[in-house]
């Protein structure tokens, strides 16, 4: 299947400093890519959705400031978690769909975040 | 509407056993059905996924059973082995316009006993 990779795996910050996440498609072109928190033993929460070259789209009660999306080609998404709290420790999934217009949606292995 | 709802929350299973888990979906216009594994500290990966035109769907020892009408779909694991304890999620969508975004139930950790 499609691979979906993110850099870094694991990610330790001081609180108040940003974290950049990457999010790459490395064998197809995504048109659209997703970002995800997930809380241990929790399900998937949506961030926002990333559509290349235009603003992302965020969920409900996510802060558009303090997590920068960027989809700026049609393999590359990148998440910034800015002034990063202990509260933002979490670990954060992308997924991504082929611009083929197969319904199937890629995972990334996830971030884990751990700000102290 | 756009919820998904899993159950059990947990469940152990005995290894040769079949594991079941449930999900029931309230939105009609969701038409593409993807069940996702995840182990811990990875990124859930597709098992398999159900459109509502078929009733059911198998590959190796994994089957979606489907039902339209009750607006419900299931796992079935047959033959089950320790490498599949996981957490298991079903999903439900509309079909791919593009952005549409998934909708996951919560999750279903499933263990399973020598």
């Known amino acids: 299947g499609a691979v979906v990779s993110q850099h870094p795996s694991r990610v330790i910050c001081k609180s108040g400093t940003s974290v950049k996440i990457e999010c790459r498609s490395l064998d197809f072109q995504a048109t659209t890519m997703f970002w995800y928190r997930q809380f241990p033993k929790q399900s998937l929460m949506l961030m926002a959705t990333s559509n290349e070259g235009s603003k992302a789209t965020y969920e409900q009660g996510v802060e558009k400031d303090k997590f920068l999306i960027n989809h700026a080609s049609l393999t590359l998404s990148t998440l910034t978690v800015t002034s990063a709290h202990p509260e933002d420790s979490s670990f954060y999934i992308c997924?991504?769909?082929?611009?083929?217009?197969?319904?199937?949606?890629?995972f990334g292995p996830g971030t884990r975040l751990t700000v102290l | 509407q756009q919820q998904v709802k899993q159950s059990p929350q947990s469940l152990i299973v005995q290894k040769g056993g079949i594991s079941i888990i449930n999900c029931a979906y309230e939105n009609t216009a969701f038409d593409y059905f993807p069940w996702y594994q995840q182990f811990p500290g990875k990124g859930p990966a597709l098992l398999i996924a159900?459109?509502?035109?078929?009733s059911e769907k198998k590959e190796g020892r994994f089957t979606i059973s489907f039902n339209k009408s009750a607006k419900q779909f299931s796992l079935h694991i047959m033959d089950s082995q320790p490498g599949d304890s996981a957490t298991y999620f079903c999903?439900?969508?509309?079909?791919?316009?593009?952005?549409?975004?998934?909708?996951f139930g919560t999750g279903t950790r499933l263990t399973i006993i020598p």
């Open positions: 997924s991504a769909i082929s611009t083929s217009g197969t319904d199937t949606q890629y």
């Open positions: 159900i459109r509502p035109d078929v």
């Open positions: 999903a439900a969508r509309r079909s791919n316009f593009g952005n549409e975004k998934l909708t």
